[in-house]
């Protein structure tokens, strides 16, 4: 099925380091939303994204709907170790049913 | 409460086996979704229902068979699934299909 673009793949940063990541697409999405996974877990919803420009916290993390509506990132600030997992991106297009999921990126932090 | 329930967390069957996933919630939901999820993979939406119909079937083999018996209650029936089938199979819900769908912990299937 269709993916969005996610990057990076995977990042290996130390403790207290900000880490940012972003989903870009080809098509208008008219909801972003980021989700957490751990191992063996479901996704974790982090942030919901409804308004083009919209930039919205989410305690250590925050989001942005790009004023374009095709791309989304996510910052974390001072990352520790629980921030470790995969994190998944996902748009929704307009009048649809159907989330369409990034590739996701792998996070490791090391203290 | 943002909480979707899941039944069995694992689950080992073999091919000539018949079982069912079990998804709950109660968070006065109208849409529920069933999805798969190969490792390292994105979920792959497999089933949507709206307001208890089935609205979306992405295709999905006959051996998967989806049930909505109340607005609470998913199902999801196996009956002589193959090995590549093996999989996190995991249940979201939404308010309606136009919101954030929230995921419930997922159950782990082995087909031997």
């Known amino acids: 099925g269709q993916q969005l673009n996610q990057s990076p793949q995977s990042m290996f940063i130390q403790e207290g380091e900000d880490v940012s990541m972003n989903c870009t697409s080809s098509s208008i999405f008219n909801t972003w939303l980021w989700y957490k996974q751990d191992p063996g877990e479901g996704p974790v919803l982090l942030i919901a994204?409804?308004?083009?420009?919209e930039l919205t916290s989410n305690g250590r993390l925050t989001a942005q709907f790009g004023i374009t509506r095709k791309d989304s990132f996510l910052n974390i600030s001072a990352s520790i170790p629980s921030d470790v997992g995969i994190y998944f991106c996902?748009?929704?297009?307009?009048?649809?049913?159907?989330?369409?999921f990034g590739t996701g990126t792998r996070l490791q932090v090391f203290p | 409460d943002t909480e979707v329930t899941q039944t069995p967390k694992h689950l080992v069957m073999g091919m000539t086996n018949k079982k069912s996933l079990k998804c709950e919630q109660h968070m006065g939901h109208r849409a529920m979704y069933w999805y798969k999820q190969k490792a390292k993979k994105p979920p792959e939406l497999m089933f949507v229902y709206s307001y208890e119909k089935l609205s979306i079937n992405e295709s999905v083999p006959s051996r998967f068979s989806p049930e909505c018996p109340n607005s609470s209650l998913l199902n999801l029936h196996l009956h002589a699934l193959q090995p590549e089938d093996s999989a996190l199979y995991l249940c979201?819900?939404?308010?309606?299909?136009?919101?954030?769908?929230?995921f419930g912990p997922g159950t782990r299937l082995t087909v031997t």
């Open positions: 994204l409804y308004k083009a420009g």
């Open positions: 996902a748009g929704q297009p307009f009048n649809t049913d159907k989330l369409i």
């Open positions: 979201a819900s939404s308010q309606t299909r136009t919101y954030e769908q929230y």
